[in-house]
Every structure is written in C-alpha cells, then in structure tokens.
C-alpha cells in the first residue's frame, strides 16, 4: 500500500508542476498553443503505441466511442486547457491550480440538476467549503488580482465539469491509456489547427524552453499519469482521489520556491477550506458495501496490467468525486 501512495504522491507532484512549467515556458518565448500542442503531440507519441498494440489485440473502440473522444479532446480538454494554460499568464500559478479544484463541487451540483445523483447533506457540506474557500481565496479582486485570469481558470473549471460528466458516456470496455492516448493526439490537433489559424503556433522561442516543454509532456503529463493508473490499481480510487488532492499543494509550494508568487495566511485557510471540501466529497462518494460486492472485479492481463472499471485517462486533477467516470487523470 506504500507504494500505491508513493505513486500517487508522484502523480500529483508531476500534476503540480504544470503551471510551473508553463509560466516558465512563457517567459523564454512560448505560447499557449504551442506549448500545448507540443506537450498533447508528445504524449501521444508514448501512448498511442501502446492504443495501437492494445487495437490490435482486442480490436478498435466503438464508433460511437470514438467520436465520444474526439469530442472530449478535440473540444472540451482543448477548451479546458487552453483557459488553464491562459489564466497562469494573469494570475499565479497557486492560485491557478487551487480554484481549478472548484470543480468536484461544480460536478455535484451539476449531477443533482440533471437528477443523476441526489446531493447528501455531507455532498451540500462540501459545496458550501469549497465556495467559502474560494470566496477567501479571492477576497477582494482588485488591482493585485486579475479578474481575466480568475474568470479564465472558473471557466477552465466549468469546462471540465462538462468533460467530466460527457466523458461518463464513454463505454467501460476502452482501457484508460487508450482514452488518454486518444484524447492526446485530439487535443494536439486542435491546437495545431488553432494555432496555424489564428498565427499563435510559433516555433521561435529560446532553445533552452524546450526544457518547460519536456517537463510539461513528460514528467506533469506521462509519468504523472502512469504513476496515477498504478497507484489508483494498488489502493484504490478513492484512496488515490484523496491522494491527489496534494497536487495544489504542490503548486503552491512551488510557486513560493521558485515564482515567489504565494499566498497570503487567509489564502491559505481558503486553500485549506477547498482542499477539505473535495476530501468530503471524495468520502462521501465511497460505494456502499452492497454496490461494492456486486461491482465485477477489475480485470487483469498480462499484457495489458490491470484496467480499473472506471478509471481516469487524462486530466489536470484527479479528485473528481462522481462515480464512474471515464474521464482522463488531471488533470
């Protein structure tokens, strides 16, 4: 069970460094559309490989299925990481990556609307601590807080809450790399074309950003989520939800260390009050022991490790308190 930690622990790590990387990234010449398209091109470079290996074997993913994930990177990751990405050029890092975590309440009140789950008073309790953490978090917007980045990260979150709940349609069958490798090489050629239209895809930057690059494909992208998908078979979802929550730490960790951009002692309880929102909503969420008896076990090969019934492929943030979701890890 160390281990599973240990892995998670990694996971988030990778996942907090992303605005990190990004910001910069920014600084020697790069912009959104081409560090994104550069960092989803190469990591669909490691994963699909294996998608194409996995295709083989047991055949391609429903039609049906397929356009699902064009969808999911082609429009709503595309759209999610583009605001992400933007909001760290105006507000901090930290701060980026803390109100993203808006999102796990974001989804409870859209599965309560759309009558798919019904809001426990322990789901109702975590709503009202992750928005009063938010309302701490921002306090007064004024002249030391962007309000472009603010409304571009509650929108990158608002847009994941949409992947999140459209990417549960996806068929339990599609192992999770193959979702990730999938919705990786969408979103780059949404990027790619963006960029080429709208002439951000520009290839002048220093040399030396190919490191923020590297380390945004690599480290925050493909070990983060491999390690995640490990992790999450050794412990369990929920365990590795909870785990992941130390991704915005990171961030903020980060971001003081080596941005000097932290935040102040109020920030900090509203950081907290979100943090222990999304724990709370992760808990409560947990299947009862019937559910969890009658749920078929997950399915191990030996070529393939095991497939969780409903993991995450690719996403910015992995504490995503809905059921059965098939959506990406990031985060």
């Not at 047991?58 to 583009?82: F, H, N």
């Amino acid at each position: 069970m160390l281990k599973g930690y240990l892995l998670i622990g990694l996971s988030a790590a990778g996942f907090g460094f992303m605005p990190v990387f990004a910001t910069f990234a920014y600084r020697d010449g790069l912009t959104v559309s081409t560090l994104l398209f550069l960092r989803f091109a190469l990591a669909a470079v490691v994963f699909l490989p294996y998608a194409i290996h996995h295709a083989r074997r047991t055949g391609l993913p429903k039609r049906a299925d397929l356009l699902r994930l064009g969808v999911l990177g082609g429009v709503l990751y595309m759209a999610q990481s583009a605001l992400y990405f933007s909001s760290v050029k105006h507000i901090s890092p930290a701060l980026a990556a803390l109100l993203l975590y808006v999102y796990p309440a974001l989804v409870a009140i859209v599965s309560a609307a759309v009558g798919r789950d019904r809001p426990s008073l322990a789901i109702v309790g975590s709503m009202l601590a992750s928005f009063a953490g938010v309302a701490l978090v921002l306090g007064r917007i004024g002249s030391d807080l962007n309000v472009v980045g603010v409304l571009q990260v509650l929108g990158a979150a608002g847009v994941y809450t949409t992947y999140i709940m459209y990417g549960d349609r996806v068929s339990g069958s599609v192992h999770p790399v193959v979702i990730t490798a999938f919705v990786s090489a969408a979103t780059a050629v949404s990027f790619l074309l963006y960029g080429m239209a709208t002439g951000d895809l520009r290839f002048d930057f220093a040399f030396r950003g190919w490191l923020w690059v590297l380390g945004l494909a690599l480290a925050s992208t493909v070990v983060a989520i491999l390690c995640f998908f490990l992790g999450m078979t050794l412990i369990g979802p929920t365990r590795a939800s909870i785990g992941s929550m130390l991704e915005p730490v990171v961030s903020i960790v980060a971001s003081a260390v080596l941005l000097s951009s932290g935040l102040t002692g109020l920030q900090l309880l509203g950081a907290s009050l979100v943090l222990a929102g999304a724990t709370i909503g992760v808990l409560s969420r947990r299947p009862s022991p019937t559910k969890a008896r009658s749920a078929p076990p997950p399915r191990f090969s030996r070529d393939h490790g095991t497939a969780p019934q409903h993991p995450r492929a690719l996403s910015e943030h992995d504490a995503t308190p809905t059921p059965s979701v098939q959506s990406p890890p990031r985060r």
